[in-house]
């Protein structure tokens, strides 16, 4: 049996891995600047948020059709599937695609058709999470909320996402509250490269139910406390946070000292096709980096459960598995020693 997951942060944009994009790239007569395979992995070396963001979205150019954004979604579910992952909340960015002139609908219904076929292909829950570019105009994200809202296309929540510093959450509270008044669930990312203040502002002004990185919260107590105090999720992304230079290696990822501070930190895999690996990749090699052991690994996994927009009866049911996962794992004459990946 697999560690059960559940997958918080992820950006379907940020799984187009090299093979399906050149494939696409053929698919769609698309001229690459990259001759190779390797001649692409090659830019995967960023400085900053900034410099991935440009690979990021220069990437997507190969994405155009609805059965390309069904594709792409397809192969996520697919790789999650072997990951253990058994429900994702996935974040998609209109405007990485709108700005290039591809039709929001055909975006979006193309990253539906895979989603609505994913209980039944891949023993996957979904939820679908539009996420706005904050260094945009917030009028243009407000624009395109109320076009999906006109549209009645299913989504389940907003975030806010793209390059952090200068862009606070203060300039989208319109966008926020009209999402609020439609039912929709709200998060943001805050506190990735931005200071504390961005985190603060995301729940005081934005009224968001998680945080996606957070990481930079662990420089204020008082926002710890709070964080702490109303059980406030950081979806946490460890390779994604060295990969951009966040942290300087996965051995100084304060992630320990967040799960001993009482934060309600899971772990997720943001961008994997950029950053090195999937969700049980970045478990892996922190539980071989901190020896995490199966307790740790099970908090992990219960604090994606909580932290998810799923029912309490499915939560339930989730967390039940964690549980049988832990008792074999407590008893290894009767499971295999292998901590994420044994099946
Ligand atoms: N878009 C895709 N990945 C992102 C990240 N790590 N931070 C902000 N925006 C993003
Ligand atoms: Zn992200």
Not at 24 to 50: C, G, I, K, M
Not at 198 to 210: F, M, P, S, T
Request: charged share 25%; proline share 5%; aromatic share 8%.
């Amino acid at each position: 049996m697999k560690l059960p997951l559940v997958e918080l942060h992820l950006h379907i944009e940020g799984t187009l891995e090299p093979e399906l994009l050149f494939e696409l790239a053929e698919r769609n007569a698309v001229t690459l600047p990259w001759a190779s395979l390797d001649e692409l992995r090659a830019q995967y070396d960023f400085a900053d948020l900034q410099s991935f963001l440009d690979l990021y979205y220069r990437a997507l150019d190969v994405v155009r059709e609805r059965i390309d954004f069904a594709d792409l979604t397809r192969a996520y579910l697919a790789r999650a599937r072997t990951a253990g992952v058994r429900h994702a909340e996935i974040f998609f960015d209109p405007q990485a695609h709108t700005s290039r002139g591809v039709p929001l609908g055909t975006a979006l219904a193309g990253v539906r058709d895979a989603l609505d076929r994913s209980v039944d292909e891949w023993g996957i829950t979904t939820k679908l999470i539009v996420t706005f570019l904050r260094d945009r105009p917030a009028d243009e994200a407000l624009q395109i909320l109320r076009e999906i809202l006109a549209d009645g296309v299913a989504i389940d929540g907003i975030g806010l996402d793209s390059a952090e510093v200068g862009y606070p959450p203060a300039l989208f509270t319109e966008v926020f509250d009209l999402a609020r008044a439609h039912g929709l669930r709200l998060v943001a990312h805050a506190g990735e490269e931005g200071p504390p203040d961005y985190v603060w502002q995301a729940l005081d002004l934005l009224g968001v139910e998680r945080i996606d990185h957070g990481i930079r919260s662990l420089e204020d107590e008082a926002l710890l406390d709070r964080l702490v105090r109303d059980r406030v999720p950081l979806t946490v992304c460890p390779f994604s946070n060295v990969r951009l230079r966040v942290i300087d290696t996965l051995a100084d990822h304060p992630i320990v000292r967040m799960l001993d501070r009482g934060l309600l930190a899971c772990i997720n895999s943001d961008d994997p096709a950029y950053f090195g690996g999937y969700i049980d990749d970045n478990l892996a090699a922190l539980d071989a980096e901190f020896d995490l052991g199966p307790d740790r690994l099970a908090l992990l996994a219960r604090n994606g459960i909580e932290a998810s927009f799923l029912t309490p009866a499915e939560k339930a049911a989730l967390l039940d598995e964690v549980e049988t996962w832990l008792t074999a794992r407590r008893e290894p004459a009767s499971g295999p020693a292998t901590a994420i990946r044994s099946s």
